[in-house]
């Protein structure tokens, strides 16, 4: 029997929220996760972009460089972990990692999403491991999930909040009558948000999230150029109390993937309302929850806290014990770590935006006469939208009043021409809230 490799070498590229938190969890934790591993972890050396940056916490003999030679050239490092974050450099410093024969631990959900076929093809073509646990759900063990242990089945929808900032957000306007602004302060201060939080706010950063999900769940590559995006922004504590009180709903921004079979694969980012007894209607703050359906399983639901220091440390540092341990006995790289094999791939087709079908939550601002009802309720019939529900606050005459209806299923194109139409009322403004409702027809 070959002799155990007895100390791994880490190289860090990043010491920011994520990075601090795995230094800390492995000193912390050094005992149990070396035992794990069956070897010494050590880490030589962080990348980061300020050398001069005061580092509280982080032991002495920790080097701090900017040059990222100093880990891909290191003999020493075995393993590189990137957590700096966006496209570049993060990707060219994983590809030459890889081509320096270096594992990869990432959880650069940007990166992974954008580059995958690049990173996958360069790692499979080295037999170098990427393992990607944090890149998706913060702490929740989701890739492994559905990677590994869902593996038998043939999944058939994802729904899930995976981004922890905008259902902080939305959570801290819903039960603490917080504004949007300053729930979004509270996210960034407890280093839930991207250093860019547009990409939370927007839904990119979701978006990226389902790509990778869904690229492992459905065996072929989905693009987030595929992904129909919308985010938050807009989103009113009175939207909330309506969806609420008109609707029983909660609403959550879901990341959804969804299979109909002969139609293809629908593929959104979107704001939704949901029914109090879905079972990501108690998901709330930073959590994040992840339901997927298998044909053999059923519903599987996976939840925990989606971003922060020391959560998400905790599935950056799985990835390191699994990697380390073959490095150890030597078989790292030998096995493929995603379930999507480069070589054998599906090629279901991407449903256009244009004919997803949902159901609607509209929010119209609409000056109080007599007749605009009548003429919304009627564009949209001429566009084959039944409503199920109509609400108008109170009377404020000649003023703007918000009405709120909700509709049966419609393709996103009948209600976005619809929409067009309303809009260009005299009496109806821009700017129309649109949200959709995840309740089935026949449970309504
Ligand atoms: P962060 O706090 O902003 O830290 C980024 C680190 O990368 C910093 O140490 C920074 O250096 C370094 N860096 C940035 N650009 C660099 C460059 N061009 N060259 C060298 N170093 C550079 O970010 P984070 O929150 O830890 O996130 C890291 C990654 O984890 C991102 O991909 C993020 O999406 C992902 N992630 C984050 C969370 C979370 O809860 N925060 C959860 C899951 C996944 P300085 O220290 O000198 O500024
Ligand atoms: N900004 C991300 C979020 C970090 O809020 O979910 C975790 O990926």
């Known amino acids: 029997m070959a002799t ?135 702490g929740i063990p989701c890739i492994q999930a559905i990677n590994d242990g869902l593996a038998a089945n043939k999944i058939s929808e994802i729904t899930a909040i995976i981004n922890g900032t905008t259902n902080f957000i939305l959570t801290g306007m819903a039960q603490y009558g917080q504004t949007f602004e300053k729930s979004l302060k509270d996210a960034q201060a407890k280093g839930y948000a991207e250093s860019d939080p547009s990409f939370d706010i927007d839904g990119m950063d979701a978006c990226h999230k389902l790509a990778i999900l869904s690229s492992i769940a459905f065996d072929q590559r989905v693009k987030i150029e595929e992904i129909h995006i919308q985010g938050i922004r807009g989103i009113t504590k009175a939207d909330i109390d309506a969806a609420k009180t008109e609707m029983n709903c909660t609403v959550k921004h879901l990341a959804i993937a969804r299979s109909r079979e002969e139609h293809g694969l629908e593929v959104q980012v ?122 108008q606050n109170e009377r404020q005459k000649g003023s703007s009043v918000p009405v709120y209806l909700s509709t049966y299923t419609a393709t996103e194109k009948s209600m976005g021409e619809a929409i067009k139409a309303i809009e260009s009322l005299p009496a109806v403004k821009s700017g129309t809230l649109v949200m959709r409702l995840e309740i089935p027809e026949n449970a309504s």
């Not at 590229?13 to 005992?31: A, C, D, Y």
């Not at 920790?62 to 990137?82: F, R, Y």
């Not at 905790?314 to 078989?331: L, W």
Request: charged content about 25%; proline content about 4%.
């Open 270 to 391: 979107v704001p939704c309302l949901i029914p109090h007894d879905h079972p990501l209607a108690s998901v709330e703050g930073v959590y994040n929850g992840i339901v997927v359906t298998g044909d053999a399983v059923g519903r599987v639901m996976l939840s925990g806290r989606g971003a922060g220091k020391l959560p998400t440390a905790s599935a950056v540092i799985s990835d390191i014990i699994y990697i380390a341990r073959n490095i150890a006995v030597g078989v790292a790289g030998k096995v493929p770590a995603v379930a999507y094999d480069v070589d054998r791939v599906e090629s279901r087709r991407i449903v256009p935006y244009d004919e997803i079908k949902n159901r609607f939550f509209l929010r119209f601002t609409a000056v109080d006469q007599p007749g605009v009802l009548a003429r919304i309720a009627s564009i949209l019939a001429e566009h084959g939208i039944s409503i199920s529900s109509v609400a």
């Open 4 to 138: 155990r490799k007895k100390k791994i070498g880490i190289g860090l590229l990043g010491l920011g929220t994520v990075g601090t938190g795995v230094v800390e969890l492995l000193e912390k934790n050094r005992v149990h996760i070396e035992s794990r591993v069956g070897a010494q972890l050590e880490i030589r050396s962080a990348v980061v972009k300020d050398v001069s940056k005061a580092r509280p916490g982080m032991p002495s003999n920790l080097k701090i460089t900017n040059k990222v030679s100093d880990v891909t050239n290191d003999p020493e490092v075995d393993l590189i972990v990137e957590l700096m974050g966006g496209f570049e450099p993060a990707r060219t410093y994983i590809l030459e990692g890889i081509s320096k024969g270096k594992h990869i631990v990432t959880a650069n959900k940007a990166v992974l999403a954008k580059h995958w076929d690049e990173i996958f093809q360069a790692a499979h073509d080295k037999n170098v491991d990427v393992y990607l646990e944090a890149a998706v759900g913060g």
